[in-house]
């Protein structure tokens, strides 16, 4: 067919053409997906991603909006903004499937998770990988003081609250009141920290359990109105051999913790860690490292709360479960630590 034979193309119809033709390419150059990098043709690139939190009230949440603010300050290319979740469970299925860049996780749940073997739940979540050792997270088990309530086993046939569900306070309570063979003889209530300490005080449960750095702020919310007692997990812990079963670590919660007559109580804790999904480039992992860790970082982080003293370089990764990230791999021996073989991927 001849040119000439075809029908005239006015300004309209031609722009409209051309229009059809750049906007593929235009959609292309848009398309920047949660955790990854703007401008990678050279120019200017800003790294993009959410740090999974916690519940209200909760450390988790503390640490991830103290790291959205202050990492963004002094990293130009990286934005970071804080988001709310079940709590550790939540966030290392997250995590690992990108949803969010960074998240905190614990350890046991971490390894639980990447083995294929959470509760009810046969995937495995081997996208997440291991930053740095935040702080140790105690069970704690509330009850009023006055109540005749002295062992976890005291509970059957009582209300008592046990976390979010998807956290890892829940999926801690259920693990060790499982082993101690309670919990199927008790009404246990999936409620945030916050929400726990209302019902506490309102009288409408009997006790509730968190897995947090101590002091934890719900708690003291609770001992402000009511007289509370910790009950010694610990104790039933070593009873049960619970120790066998999990991995997690005896430890004290001080007396006067929460009130200069209350005496120390033996508990156990699992390791909180800082993880990034895999996918995170090494680079972006290292220099948010680098800010996080340095002397001005590690004091920001315990501006925002006390219990991130035990954030440290001599801390490093310990009790890491999975894999190390790239990227932390080579801050880590940047600062003289020796990574495991079996913690590179």
């Not at 939190?53 to 990293?75: C, D, E, Q, R, W």
């Not at 709360?305 to 801050?331: C, Q, R, W, Y």
């Amino acid at each position: 067919m001849k040119l000439t034979s075809m029908l005239p193309i006015n300004r309209v119809t031609r722009f409209a053409i051309v229009l059809a033709l750049c906007l593929p390419l235009a959609l292309a150059g848009c398309g920047n997906k949660e955790g990854g990098t703007a401008g990678s043709d050279g120019g200017d690139s800003t790294f993009t991603g959410k740090i999974g939190g916690g519940p209200t009230g909760g450390t988790f949440n503390t640490f991830a909006n103290a790291m959205s603010i202050y990492v963004p300050k002094h990293l130009d290319d990286v934005q970071l903004s804080a988001i709310g979740s079940g709590g550790s469970v939540e966030n290392v299925k997250r995590v690992s499937s990108g949803e969010s860049s960074f998240g905190l996780c614990y350890a046991v749940d971490s390894a639980l998770g990447r083995s294929g073997a959470l509760p009810k739940d046969p995937k495995k979540y081997d996208g997440t990988m291991a930053m740095g050792f935040l702080y140790g997270a105690p069970a704690q088990l509330i009850v009023r003081a006055d109540s005749d309530f002295h062992s976890a086993k005291d509970l059957t046939g009582k209300k008592v609250a046990v976390g979010n569900a998807g956290s890892g306070a829940a999926a801690s309570a259920e693990r060790f009141f499982r082993h101690i063979g309670v919990w199927d003889n008790f009404d246990h209530q999936f409620l945030g920290y916050s929400a726990a300490a209302s019902a506490f005080k309102d009288g409408k449960i009997d006790a509730f359990w968190v897995l947090v750095g101590y002091p934890n702020s719900s708690v003291i919310e609770a001992s402000v109105q009511v007289d509370i007692r910790l009950i010694d997990v610990g104790k039933d812990a070593v009873e049960a051999g619970f120790y066998d079963a999990f991995a997690y670590i005896p430890v004290e919660i001080p007396a006067g913790t929460y009130g200069e007559d209350m005496p120390a109580c033996s508990s156990f804790q699992d390791a909180t860690f800082l993880c990034a999904n895999k996918g995170v480039p090494a680079e972006v992992v290292y220099n948010v490292m680098n800010t996080l860790w340095s002397t001005e970082g590690m004091a920001a982080m315990l501006a925002a709360k006390k219990t991130f003293k035990t954030m440290t370089l001599e801390n490093g990764f310990d009790g890491a479960s999975i894999p190390l990230h790239p990227g932390a791999v080579k801050f880590w021996e940047e600062h003289g630590k020796t990574v495991p073989a079996k913690l590179k991927s």
